[in-house]
């Protein structure tokens, strides 16, 4: 986010009532029910799924793939469409596993707004943390949501307190919620004087609202017991004066972020977080891209791939690119330039997507998500433009932090296994190195769990079985400098080197002994354990 100016012209109203933003959490704080509930209120779908659900009760939509049904965790970023209110809300379910952190970071490159889940049991936890770090690198806003308080959970002050020292920013409670646990009954909607039951009864019903006066409304005490409602006085009446006051321009700028408390299970408070995030959350912003930037505004269209998921269907061999849209409005059929190859794409049948049901997408404005079939033409980091040779910057890919070598069980299938690993790493899912001595690849991913991940989608897309064996080597980094000194170096060292899916010249090390060595011996060249995708 570069320009948040407020003297920018005002957005077409079309594009203005855009808001797109991923949800963040730490594993198992709620993200994926919150993110049923969101398509139960946008009316996408008509009752919600349960991530653990028993026999045949429904299952999420978010998550597709076998093993995350099995498991019950996100392991793909996942994007959805749909209307609420007079907004159109472009959702990004990012996985909360931090062996698919990578996947998630280039998630953050693609949205304007991220909403952060909170255990309200358990505060802020480790991810939670690391993501945090990854929207603040880019001034992403905030909006906070303290989920399971219908469950044994903490002080409401202190909750609030360790986000505002942990994360080093300032909260606004939009909420106050009236009990925990089994005392948990609603919540006191401190912007718009209101009281928020819920019903236990019905988790897919939508909680009663009730207007009141002020806290000295004598209706309050209708709906509230008298030991709560003392505890609520006192706790509101010490928040308003020792909380910041919620200022919409703070948020914006990433200082500050309100917080609503619930139960997303229950369906509480997800309506009063979904009105926020129209309220509060940004309009599409301007993409930091060379040479120039893209504003959402500009008549001609451009858009850049975040994301590739290979095989979300596997009766069809296809490969969807997740494409933002930085600017313009986009139409069904439209003929637009592939940056870096220079050829022009006939976009014919773009797809917006609902969890796992997807439809044709007509048009698409700045600000939305499509996806676009096709058979490895597109990559991470590819820009789509009406011509102009822009490229938009800022999608990383970061050094694996584990390597392993692959055998195909059977070793006649070796040029399959090739194939499917080329898949992988377009998708991003692993890195592949291809060892410039000996055959073979060696397979590099963030986290352990990823090898898991890869060896049962390449036996079930591809009908393969494969084996992931110790390597030599600890890591690997990429290798940069001018022809002469480069061609020294791969010279001296053809043990240690390979080629990334792109062709770049990659170093694999056994200890940091190893790269502290090439610093010393060879200045000239650069090792870096990160590159920018698909330049």
């Known amino acids: 986010m570069l320009d948040t100016a407020t003297n920018r012209p005002a957005l077409p109203p079309e594009i203005a009532r855009r808001r797109t933003f991923a949800i963040i959490s730490h594993p198992d704080a709620g993200k994926t029910t919150l993110t049923e509930k969101f398509l139960l209120y946008g009316g996408a779908i008509q009752m919600a799924g349960q991530v653990r659900a028993k026999g045949e009760a429904r299952r999420t939509r978010s998550d597709f793939m076998q093993m995350e049904k099995d498991r019950g965790i996100s392991v793909s970023a996942s994007a959805m469409s749909f209307d609420y209110d007079q907004f159109r809300f472009n959702l990004v379910d990012t996985p909360g596993h931090s062996d698919f952190s990578e996947d998630t970071y280039r998630t953050l490159t693609a949205v304007d707004a991220a909403v952060m889940v909170i255990d309200g049991a358990k505060g802020v936890e480790s991810q939670t943390q690391k993501l945090f770090e990854v929207c603040r690198l880019r001034d992403l806003p905030i909006l906070t949501f303290c989920n399971k308080m219908d469950r044994e959970s903490r002080d409401t002050f202190e909750i609030i307190d360790e986000i505002q020292e942990m994360l080093a920013i300032d909260v606004t409670p939009a909420a106050w919620p009236i009990g925990v646990g089994r005392d948990f009954i609603g919540c006191y909607d401190m912007l718009r004087d209101r009281l928020e039951l819920m019903d236990r009864a019905d988790r897919n019903k939508v909680a009663e609202s009730i207007e009141i006066n002020g806290l000295d409304d004598p209706k309050l005490a209708e709906h509230v017991p008298e030991h709560l409602l003392d505890k609520l006085l006192e706790e509101v009446e010490m928040a308003r004066e020792l909380l910041p006051k919620l200022d919409p321009q703070a948020v914006l700028e990433g200082h500050m972020t309100p917080i609503w408390f619930g139960s997303a299970i229950n369906s509480f408070g997800v309506k009063e977080l979904m009105e926020g995030i129209g309220a509060y959350g940004p309009q599409p912003q301007i993409q930091s891209a060379e040479p120039r930037q893209i504003a959402p505004d500009e008549k001609k269209v451009a858009g850049f791939v975040f994301k590739v998921q290979a095989n979300m269907d596997p009766k069809h061999r296809d490969r969807v690119a997740f494409v933002r849209m930085a600017s313009g409005h986009f139409k069904r059929g439209m003929k637009l330039t592939h940056v870096r190859s220079k050829k022009p794409m006939a976009i014919s049948n773009p797809v917006l997507f609902l969890a796992s049901d997807r439809e044709l997408a007509e048009e698409a404005w700045a600000g939305d998500i499509i996806g676009i079939p096709n058979h490895g033409q597109l990559r991470i980091g590819d820009t789509l433009t009406e011509g102009e040779a822009i490229r938009v910057t800022g ?72 084996r992931f064996e110790n390597s030599q080597f600890t890591s690997a980094r990429w290798a940069s400098g001018d022809k002469q000194a480069l061609d020294k170096f791969i010279n001296a060292n053809k043990q240690h080197i390979a080629h990334d899916h792109d062709g770049d010249i990659v170093y694999l090390t056994r200890l940091q002994w190893d790269i502290d060595r090439i610093e010393r011996d060879h200045p000239d060249v650069r090792l870096t354990a990160t590159k920018e995708m698909m330049t």
Not at 396 to 420: C, I, M, N, T, Y
Not at 443 to 461: D, T
């Open 395 to 466: 999608i990383p890919s970061f050094a694996p932090e584990l390597l392993q070598s692959v055998r195909a069980g059977d070793p006649l299938k070796s040029k399959h296994l090739e194939k499917a690993l080329m898949q992988f790493a377009e998708e991003g899912a692993a890195k592949v190195f291809k060892p410039s001595i000996g055959s073979g690849f060696i397979v590099g991913v963030v986290g352990a769990l990823q090898f898991e991940v890869l060896a049962s989608r390449i036996e079930m897309e591809y009908g393969l079985p494969v």
